[in-house]
């Protein structure tokens, strides 16, 4: 027998649970940190993007349906997965993020324990931060958090300050999930094949297609049409510290979005990110009439 | 019936002209069967090529408001109620409230015995066939399956026309014409064509549905075409839309393409309506570019050229909103159906 033929695998874009190419037929090249040639990834459109937009919000009443309960397994298996595929991920984040073996090993096990932990919260962020109010009357008063709708997000980008992709995307991912919101979510530009590896173990676990989008591709180029969408309820700019982001925030002024500004690294796991995604609704329930 | 048989049927003024005044189910027989067959590998490489167009800008504006122009305006539900011609007439009448310059809808098409609710809730918006306003479309005979006596088809007809529809979308007789009556098929069109006659003379025009879902073959839909023209139809329309498929760009462009024929052949100008499983402006914009590529853009007018649609609606409103504005719209800024 001849010598093995590497066989390199073809990068897409998620979007609704399949992997399309761009519509735009655009790829890029990713390199690893040295310089040398990776592999050829999407590089999202604008129309990608408002693909990804309809298909996240086709899924979101479903997701949001489910039982918190429900939820916290679906997320939860995302973690066994995630296991099952360490070796792939170290190998990705050691030639992509060109971190060392110990450090790319680190970096899955703080992905892991990070998702791990807000699917965890799925059936706890209720409790916690809901709340029944005194009110003056002969009434039960109960504001509970509600899922906010779509989220799009751009993910930290610079992905060779702070390891090699994988942490920073699944910090940003798992918090707008863990309440029932679906997400649209810009890779690293410069790490991206993480993210896709990501995205093929969401297809194979319990996600529901078009719960999780994900775009590879210019941030700087699709972050625009996502704050101006007008079926985009909220926007995550944490990786967007390096972009134009203030008329990011102006764009999504416009259609009344929540926006989180950007941070710089990788942000620590916290029940705020969950709770940010979120809207209050209250009920007034009467009591003691007869 | 079977071929041998020579049955007289109804005077129709086309086919009498086209095949003679020796109009029988042998002779309609001969002349469908001697229309050529369909290259069906052809037709559909011809569709899915003319799909490849790309429409940009001013070119996709003006497309996105011809499309609106042409939309038939649907409700056929067995929940219809006045409440909800109502509101489908409100928004025909301004389909985008945050936008006036938005055109109207060419008409609505309901349920024959709705159709007294939508004549009222136009009010002094209704064309009544006019050039201008909007008309009122009503399905009949035994809609959406056709199967009932000519009897009761023809009652149906005439309630609907007396209510004050200005077209009439009549089904043919699928189970008829797939046992090679055409005879049948031919004559309650032409029945029906009759029935659409008002009190005081004019005439209602008849949209006949061929729904071509059922007809199995590219052959059986050209033929249904030739007969359905032949007996006299005013608009030759795909389907119901309670059929899988309904309207394809194949069916479609061959319906186009017998209507471009009888022109050649009389002169005379026949309308196409595909209906049913038109969703997106981007599927819509291909049918434009059919209609333009195969009768020409003369056909882009409500009188010759009609969408059968309810969604397809808010998805062009949508895109409009996009060109306008810049930004992409969501389903929250249009109102629902």
Redesign the interface.
Same mark, same amino acid.
């Given at each position: 027998m001849t010598a093995h033929l590497t066989i390199p695998k073809t990068y897409k874009l998620y979007i609704g649970g399949a992997f399309p190419r761009s519509e735009s037929g655009r790829t890029y090249e990713v390199a690893t940190r040295s310089g040398a040639f990776l592999a050829n990834a999407a590089k999202a459109s604008r129309k990608d993007a !408002?693909d990804a937009?309809v298909a996240a !919000?086709a899924a979101q009443s479903g997701w949001a349906g489910a039982t918190a309960y429900n939820r916290g397994q679906v997320l939860y298996r995302i973690a066994e997965l995630l296991e099952g595929r360490r070796a792939q991920f170290v190998d990705e984040l050691r030639s992509a993020g060109g971190v060392t073996e110990a450090a790319a090993q680190r970096e899955v096990d703080a992905a892991i324990d990070v998702w791990v932990w807000y699917a965890g919260w799925a059936d706890k962020y209720l409790q916690v931060t809901g709340n029944g109010n005194a009110v003056s009357g002969p009434y039960f008063n109960i504001s509970t958090p509600e899922p906010t709708g779509v989220v799009a997000a751009i993910a930290p980008q610079d992905a060779a300050a702070w390891g090699g992709g994988l942490l920073g995307l699944v910090s940003v991912i798992a918090p707008v999930l863990v309440s029932g919101n679906t997400l649209v979510v810009v890779a690293s530009e410069s790490t991206p094949l993480p993210a896709i590896s990501l995205a093929e173990v969401l297809a194979t676990s319990d996600v529901p297609g078009g719960v999780v989008n994900i775009l590879t591709g210019s941030p700087a180029e699709i972050a625009p049409?996502l704050a101006?969408?007008?079926?985009?309820n909220a926007l995550d700019l944490t990786g967007a510290e390096g972009m134009d982001w203030i008329d990011l925030q102006i764009?999504a002024a416009?259609t009344l979005k929540r926006v989180l500004p950007p941070e710089s690294g990788i942000p620590t796991p916290s029940l705020d990110r969950v709770q940010f995604y979120t809207e209050t609704k209250t009920v007034w329930h009467p009591k003691g009439i007869v | 019936m079977t071929i041998e048989q020579s049955v007289a049927l109804a005077p129709a003024a086309r086919a009498i002209q086209l095949i003679g005044t020796d109009l029988t189910e042998k002779s309609l027989k001969l002349h469908l069967d001697g229309l050529s067959g369909v290259d069906a590998v052809g037709l559909e490489a011809r569709a899915a090529g003319l799909a490849t167009r790309s429409i940009k800008t001013t070119s996709k504006a003006w497309a996105l408001d011809t499309i609106i122009r042409l939309i038939d305006l649907t409700t056929l539900e067995g929940a219809d109620t006045p409440g909800k011609v109502q509101s489908l007439v409100a928004k025909a009448m301004n389909p985008d409230p945050s936008d006036p310059t938005t055109p109207r809808v060419a008409a609505v098409c309901v349920y024959g015995d709705m159709v007294a609710d939508a004549v009222a809730a136009l009010g002094s918006a209704h064309a009544a066939g006019g050039p201008t306003g909007i008309n009122v479309a009503a399905v009949a005979t035994a809609f959406p399956s056709g199967r009932a006596s000519l009897a009761v088809k023809l009652a149906d007809t005439r309630d609907a026309v007396a209510a004050g529809a200005d077209e009439i979308d009549m089904v043919i007789d699928r189970g008829a014409f797939l046992s090679g009556r055409y005879g049948v098929v031919f004559e309650q069109i032409v029945a029906v064509k009759e029935a659409c006659r008002r009190d005081d003379g004019s005439m209602a025009h008849l949209k006949v549905i061929l729904e071509t879902g059922e007809l199995n073959t590219y052959d059986n839909v050209r033929k249904a075409s030739w007969l359905a023209i032949l007996a006299g139809a005013d608009f030759i329309k795909t389907s119901t839309g309670k059929v899988q498929p309904a309207a394809t760009l194949p069916v479609t462009l061959l319906m186009l393409q017998v209507v471009n024929d009888w022109n050649r052949l009389t002169g005379e100008k026949i309308g196409v309506k595909p209906a049913g499983g038109i969703r997106s402006s981007k599927d819509a914009i291909r049918y434009l570019v059919t209609v333009a590529e195969t009768v020409g853009e003369e056909w882009l007018h409500p009188h010759l050229f009609r969408f059968g649609a309810s969604s397809l609606l808010n998805d062009v409103l949508l895109q409009r909103q996009k060109l306008k504005t810049?930004?992409?719209?969501?389903?929250?800024?249009v109102t629902i159906d």
């Open positions: !408002r937009v !919000r049409w101006s969408h007008a079926d985009v764009a416009d | 810049g930004h992409y719209s969501g389903p929250d800024y």
